[in-house]
């Protein structure tokens, strides 16, 4: 904390590959970066000469290099877990900050009850559209991006309380992510922001939205969403998600609703041709089920605090 009440800060950016996205990522890090921000970028086993580029281009971030490719999960962990400050922004390789960018989150973690601090995301190129502002999830589980799509302008420029933060360049508060274990590293990448979001929240946490903050995202750029196997991890994350994290006393309920929408799903998927990898990814889910409940059992011992969006 410096003698303006503004805790320490530290920016981590998990990167695979897109060596040119983040030299613009690091650009404008070090360019508005708040003073003695601590900037780490953690390699995972990039094939592309990412890490030769971070060494020789920006020597003020300190660089983790990951023997292999585990995935955004396990080299966002690293990073915020190798952090000093109080704050850690998970910044994705594609994404670009803005002047005055960071001041406006670190503030609003004077409330001692904020674990997660969302910006406002909009995306690039052309700036004038929103990718996130922060997360949502509805009775059935379905988690989206807040205002994704809508145009500058149309959202609320007022601090709020969201259910959770885009990892694309979330905020969080290092002392709550070591409390619910940080990303669950079983996801490997989808749908975990939402996962921590719910883990802070039954651990009595709340996220909260900041307009005042911006950042721009060049969506999809990090990871193809047309790729197969994509679609296969996605459809089997957020069937994790969903049954991980339901309390328990709306468990027959919730579960009952969620079966009807995933059988209707399927048959418009079906009518469309285009189940094969999302039905792989809930098929998937069965052998998994023992590890599923073990995960179930450990999230249900937080205390329960679940908020309607």
Not at 32 to 42: G, H, L, M, R, S
Not at 99 to 122: N, Q
Not at 288 to 297: C, D, K, T, V, Y
Request: charged fraction near 20%; hydrophobic fraction near 40%; proline fraction near 5%.
């Amino acid at each position: 904390m410096d003698s303006k009440g503004i805790p320490s800060f530290s920016v981590v950016i998990p990167s695979y590959n897109q060596r040119d996205l983040l030299r613009r990522c690091l650009a404008s890090v070090v360019r508005f970066a708040p003073p003695n921000t601590e900037v780490i970028v953690v390699d995972d086993a990039s094939t592309d000469g990412s890490s030769l580029m971070v060494a020789t281009e920006f020597p003020q971030a300190d660089l983790i290099s990951l023997p292999t490719n585990r995935g955004f999960c396990v080299a966002a962990n690293a990073g915020w877990r190798a952090a000093r400050g109080e704050i850690v922004e998970l910044l994705n390789n594609d994404a670009e900050v803005s002047k005055g960018w960071a001041i406006p989150s670190l503030e609003s973690f004077s409330d001692r009850r904020t674990a997660a601090v969302a910006p406002l995301v909009r995306r690039l190129p052309f700036r004038n559209r929103i990718d996130s502002a922060g997360d949502q999830i509805d009775f059935v589980g379905i988690a989206r991006k807040r205002w994704e799509g809508a145009s500058i302008g149309q959202s609320e420029p007022i601090p709020h309380e969201v259910f959770s933060a885009s990892a694309s360049s979330a905020f969080y508060r290092r002392s709550a992510l070591e409390q619910v274990g940080g990303f669950p590293e079983h996801y490997g990448s989808y749908f975990d922001d939402v996962d921590l979001g719910y883990r802070l929240r039954l651990a009595g946490w709340k996220a909260i939205f900041q307009p005042r903050s911006t950042v721009y995202h060049w969506v999809s750029q990090s990871h193809k969403h047309t790729r197969r196997a994509t679609q296969h991890r996605v459809s089997r994350n957020s069937e994790h998600l969903f049954w991980t994290n339901v309390p328990s006393k709306h468990l027959l309920w919730k579960g009952a609703f969620r079966l009807a929408y995933l059988l209707a799903l399927l048959a418009y998927k079906g009518l469309k041709g285009e189940f094969g990898a999302w039905f792989a990814g809930k098929v998937s889910l069965l052998v998994e089920i023992p590890f599923l409940a073990r995960n179930r059992s450990w999230a249900q011992q937080l205390r329960p605090r679940l908020l309607a969006d």
